[in-house]
């Protein structure tokens, strides 16, 4: 365990705040299987100043998903500064972090996340701006650099801390590498190395093991899970208790797998209608059915479904195909 500021983390595992996913449902889902910190989306700075509709509903907390840290966007200092403001004193969040990571254009277009990266100096001015005007711990997620040419990771950590952030979570890619590619771990070992501030890692961590290597390799306080927990909380569950204990725990079963994708479902219907629940559902079935032998059917059918129930349907249907195989190769062997 580790503290960000003066929020106390149980454990070293943190949900990556990952756009379009981490809303709510998700969230309090992968809460519930151990995580020590979820992140919610990023969320930018001028559609929280202009009360939009759709950016005040991605402001909802469950308070059984604290601790929680909500993540903000923006590349002008005023606009970011009074946002973080607002998120201070309108939210329950226990941390706000600045997304210096996010690689797509029209975010750095605006001169907003990873567009930070290429200065240290912008970066503390605009962390020590937000660190001055709040009361909750600030801290920043970022990536080792822009490309291979501008890697000022070492640099941009030390402006965070200097500038008053609690804690670095820091993606071994550079922005030019996107998802692609392999994370540099090694450069993540030298930040840990260069600040006093904890910092969290991120990238690949695939498996159980994975995160104990981090952690060996690189030192850092913290591992940050992003899209190994696509469609598979146990991913935390499991790490968690690796790293406590050294035991690896199996996989879950297809029926565990649906049960939890159904949860997933409910709370999602609860939190967006079922309209648009259904619709953002059929991408979190895709990952749940992910590497269960037979799935591809079901999969393309959830697809086409309009209401809860029947995605329901077909997913006892497929459980109880997939539990008749099992026992069908059992008896057989």
């Known amino acids: 365990m580790f503290n960000i500021g003066d929020i106390q983390l149980k454990n070293r595992v943190v949900l990556a705040p990952m756009a379009g996913v981490c809303n709510s449902a ?43 840290s909500l993540q903000i966007f923006g590349g002008e ?28 254009p029209k975010i750095t277009k605006c ?61 071994g890619r550079t922005r030019v590498q996107m998802y692609e590619g392999t994370a540099d771990w090694a450069i993540i070992k030298e930040v840990k190395e260069s600040v006093g501030i904890p910092v969290i890692g991120n990238g690949d961590v695939e498996t159980p093991q994975d995160a104990q290597r981090m952690l060996d390799e690189t030192g850092v306080d913290g591992v940050m899970i992003g899209r190994a927990a696509l469609g598979n909380p146990w991913m935390i569950y499991r790490t968690v208790h690796y790293l406590e204990t ?20 409910d709370r999602l219907v609860a939190l967006k209608g079922e309209k648009t629940a259904v619709r953002e559902m059929r991408k979190h079935a895709a990952w749940y059915l992910k590497g269960i032998r037979g799935h591809a059917i079901v999969r393309n059918a959830v697809n086409t479904t309009e209401t809860r129930d029947e995605i329901v349907n077909l997913l006892d249907e497929f459980t109880l195909q997939a539990e008749s195989k099992e026992q069908s190769s059992i008896q057989a062997g």
């Open 77 to 104: 200092k005023e606009t970011l500064v009074e946002a973080a403001k607002f998120v201070d004193k309108n939210t329950t969040a226990d941390i706000i972090d600045i997304n210096m990571g996010c690689p797509v």
């Open 111 to 171: 001169d907003a996340g990873a567009r930070w990266l290429l200065d240290p100096d912008k970066i503390y001015d605009m962390v020590s701006a937000v660190t001055d005007a709040v009361d909750k711990p600030v801290t920043v997620k970022m990536r080792i650099g822009w490309d291979d040419q501008h890697i000022f990771a070492v640099k941009n950590a030390q402006a965070v801390e200097k500038a008053g952030g609690k804690a670095v979570a820091v993606h």
């Open 246 to 265: 050294g035991e690896l725990i199996s996989e879950p079963s297809v029926r565990e797998k649906m049960d939890v994708c159904k949860l997933h479902l």
């Open 26 to 68: 998700f969230r309090l889902t992968v809460k519930e299987f151990g995580a020590g910190l979820v992140c919610a989306e990023m969320v930018s700075d001028k559609a929280i100043l202009l009360n939009n509709a759709r950016t005040m509903d991605m402001l909802y907390i469950d308070e059984r998903e604290k601790p929680l």
